[in-house]
């Protein structure tokens, strides 16, 4: 019978620490939606919760992956397949590592980032972790439960929660830096559509008046820009029609219709978060047919994130397949 090493109490603990981190960033990043909806949280306690979550998530997908090449106990005798895997799974584990700390590196030092695309760096760092992880339960599954299974199991279940945890904060942080700093974006940059019923509600200085910011609109011409009016060969009636039934099959308030000045006023509400952005959609005639105007303008906030962007590409997309 082969005799196996058991592993040490402190290499258990450490997994169970490993468990516990990604347990904690993962109830932290899904609380925290909840807690800004309700009134619990501001947008500053929203970014902290996240920055804390993403550490969290981080030390228990970097120290998980580092505990498990220490867990696995060694065999008296040699077994070909608990080899093979284990020697497969230090390969994969070890380009994961050099994956992170790549990322890791140009997040640090930003010219390192020059000819790097973070996201990328994140998707081969998924996929690699998606990769080792179910060897690592294949692996742990052909060890007797005496040995180093409860410690490995506990450190790939801290590692999934990590990821699943880190995901959102860490994305959301690529997307504010490499993205336009702007929360109000329009296809008419020059004559935005204005907002009447909605026009009281709060927006940031500088993000949502009637006439945008000079900078605002050279970001959104930057970053965005196949953000456009939509031409279609209709009567403004008959489109407006359209896009009213796209409004709804999107989920936003209607707050305010005016099919005769071609104008509806709307708002859209996230799920997680609950945060509310207001839009206004223009349409008018426009040689044999009308132009559509659309302009999303998140209500807290200096970076939407890209939402607003996003928004109008779907909207525009879904009145042009109404029927």
């Known amino acids: 019978m082969p005799v196996r090493r058991p592993p040490s109490l402190a290499k258990v603990r450490l997994a169970r620490l490993v468990f516990g981190l990604g347990w904690v960033g993962c109830m932290m990043v899904v609380l925290t939606g909840p807690g800004y909806r309700f009134g619990y949280l501001d947008i500053v306690s929203v970014q902290t919760s996240f920055g804390l979550a993403a550490s969290a998530a981080l030390a228990a997908i970097i120290g998980g992956l580092a505990l498990t090449l220490l867990l696995p106990a060694h065999d008296s005798r040699v077994n070909w397949l608990a080899t093979g895997?284990?020697?497969?799974?230090?390969?994969?584990?070890?380009?994961?590592?050099?994956?992170i700390l790549a990322f890791l590196a140009i997040r640090i030092v930003p010219g390192l980032g020059a000819r790097t695309d973070p996201e990328q760096l994140l998707i081969l760092a998924g996929l690699?972790?998606?990769?080792?992880?179910?060897?690592?339960?294949i692996w742990a599954a052909a060890q007797p439960t005496s040995a180093a299974r409860p410690g490995l199991l506990s450190s790939l279940l801290g590692i999934i929660m990590g990821v699943a945890a880190a995901y959102i904060p860490i994305t959301w942080r690529i997307a504010a830096d490499s993205l336009p700093r702007i929360n109000d974006v329009s296809t008419d940059i020059e004559r935005p559509p204005s907002f009447v019923t909605l026009a009281r509600k709060p927006a940031v200085a500088g993000n949502g008046g009637d006439l945008p910011d000079p900078s605002t609109a050279a970001a959104q011409r930057t970053g965005y820009p196949d953000i456009r009016p939509l031409s279609l060969k209709l009567p403004p009636d008959v489109a407006f029609a359209r896009l009213e039934q796209a409004a709804l099959d999107m989920g936003w308030e209607i707050v305010a219709r005016d099919p005769a000045q071609g104008r509806l006023e709307a708002v859209s509400t996230t799920l997680w978060f609950g945060f509310k952005d207001d839009?206004?959609?223009?349409?008018?005639?426009?040689?044999?047919?009308?132009?559509?105007?659309?302009?999303?303008?998140?209500?807290?906030g200096i970076s939407d994130l890209g939402a607003n962007a996003q928004r109008i590409r779907l909207f525009l997309a879904r009145v042009k397949k109404v029927a």
Do not use: E, T
């Not at 895997?85 to 994956?99: D, E, H, K, T």
């Not at 839009?279 to 132009?291: E, H, K, L, N, Q």
């Open 85 to 99: 895997l284990a020697w497969l799974y230090r390969v994969v584990v070890s380009c994961v590592f050099g994956v």
């Open 128 to 137: 690699g972790i998606a990769i080792a992880v179910p060897l690592g339960f």
């Open 279 to 300: 839009i206004v959609v223009r349409v008018a005639a426009a040689g044999d047919g009308c132009r559509i105007d659309v302009r999303s303008r998140s209500r807290v």
